[in-house]
């Protein structure tokens, strides 16, 4: 991977401190709480995998899976459910897991979704941020790092559906993506 990559950002230690950190927080704040944790597919699948197993609680999980609204400059922050939830959330405390919160539409347009489904609760835990592409203001309960706008890949991210399954998150080469 030397070759794509110039440097890396995060290392598997760094992360997986972290991961444990985040896990103990939630384990705490939902004590006696019906959790349903959901993974956003595809990028949240190595940090929902790593975070479920610091997570000392009873919890369900559940995925879904969201058109991206395309690269155009000017897009409308319209999202789309290409797979949604198996259950009904009404009633239960909804703990959405990203990679990363870019501009904020996605996880917006989730947020108000979920929320108007009558759940008792929806926070969010992402492992990256990288709050200088915001576009809606949003808030983030559960951060791992906050990041500079750099194009980076690995724990999850892709560039073109490559990468992801770095245990680290890099930053790519410019000459990869052409930037
Ligand atoms: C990426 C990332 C987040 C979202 C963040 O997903 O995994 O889900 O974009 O961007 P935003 O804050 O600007 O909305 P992507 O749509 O690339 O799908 P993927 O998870 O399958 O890579
Ligand atoms: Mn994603
Ligand atoms: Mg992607």
């Keep these: 991977m030397e070759h794509v990559i110039d440097r890396v ?5 760094a992360l997986q401190a972290k991961v444990q950190e985040l896990g103990e927080r939630i384990t705490r704040d939902y004590e ?7 993974g956003i597919l595809k990028g949240s699948l190595l940090f929902m995998a790593d975070l479920l197993r ?10 879904m899976a969201l058109s991206s609204y395309g690269s155009g400059a000017s897009t409308s922050g319209e999202v789309r459910i290409l797979k949604d939830l198996d ?4 009633n239960r ?3 959405v ?7 904020g539409l996605t996880l917006n347009y989730l947020m108000d979704n979920l929320k108007s489904r009558g759940a008792a ?15 809606v203001a949003m808030t983030v309960d559960y951060n791992g790092f906050t990041i500079p706008d750099e194009f980076v890949v690995g724990y999850g991210l ?7 399954h770095l245990p680290f998150v890099a930053v790519l080469k410019r000459e990869v993506y052409g930037g």
């Design 32 to 38: 006696g709480k019906d959790l349903l944790v959901v």
């Design 97 to 103: 897991v990203e990679d990363v919160i870019d501009t």
């Design 121 to 135: 609760s929806v926070k969010v835990c992402t492992i990256l941020d990288k709050p200088e592409r915001r576009r």
């Design 158 to 164: 892709d560039y073109a559906q490559q990468y992801r």
């Design 54 to 63: 610091a997570i000392r609680i009873p919890l369900e999980i559940d995925f």
């Design 9 to 13: 950002l995060l290392d598997e230690t």
């Design 87 to 90: 259950q009904s959330i009404e």
């Design 93 to 95: 405390h909804v703990l």
